[in-house]
């Protein structure tokens, strides 16, 4: 018998939880049923990094790969514009400006995997 090991986000709270597999491969619905029965732990997160050069810098507030960077140097941005866009667990999470501002340099591209707490672009 193997196991299988999830992280379940719920409500803001990470949560992992492992599965044991029987008869080897189950279709994902049988896999979800079984779900429901799982011992839950709580995952204690690492604190973000703290934001560098002097409060100019926007940082990734989850782990993932970057599928797509909206702005380039130079480009004013607007608070609440999306300005990169990553995959994280097979879902698109968009990086949103936390202020107004022009772009001075963005950190990474397409296909970089960014940590949390991970600077994403420097604004001027």
């Given at each position: 018998?193997?196991t299988r090991?999830?992280?379940?986000?719920l409500?803001?709270?990470?949560?992992e939880?492992?599965v044991?597999?029987?008869?080897?491969?189950?279709?994902?619905?049988a896999l979800?049923a079984?779900?429901?029965?799982a011992?839950?732990?709580?995952?204690?997160?690492?604190?973000?990094?703290?934001v560098?050069?002097?409060?100019?810098?926007?940082?990734s507030?989850v782990?993932?790969?970057?599928?797509?960077?909206?702005?380039?140097?130079?480009?004013?941005?607007r608070?609440?514009d999306t300005v990169i866009?990553?995959e994280?667990?097979k879902?698109?999470?968009?990086?949103r400006?936390?202020?107004?501002?022009?772009?001075?340099?963005?950190?990474?591209?397409?296909?970089?995997?960014?940590k949390q707490?991970?600077?994403v672009?420097?604004?001027?």
């Amino acid at each position: 018998m193997s196991t299988r090991r999830f992280r379940i986000i719920l409500d803001g709270e990470v949560y992992e939880v492992e599965v044991s597999l029987e008869g080897g491969d189950e279709n994902l619905s049988a896999l979800l049923a079984r779900l429901s029965l799982a011992e839950i732990s709580k995952v204690e997160q690492p604190a973000p990094k703290p934001v560098k050069a002097g409060g100019k810098e926007l940082v990734s507030e989850v782990v993932g790969k970057v599928v797509k960077v909206c702005v380039s140097k130079g480009q004013r941005v607007r608070k609440g514009d999306t300005v990169i866009v990553l995959e994280s667990m097979k879902t698109q999470i968009e990086v949103r400006s936390d202020r107004d501002g022009v772009v001075e340099a963005v950190l990474v591209k397409e296909g970089d995997t960014v940590k949390q707490g991970d600077a994403v672009l420097i604004f001027k």
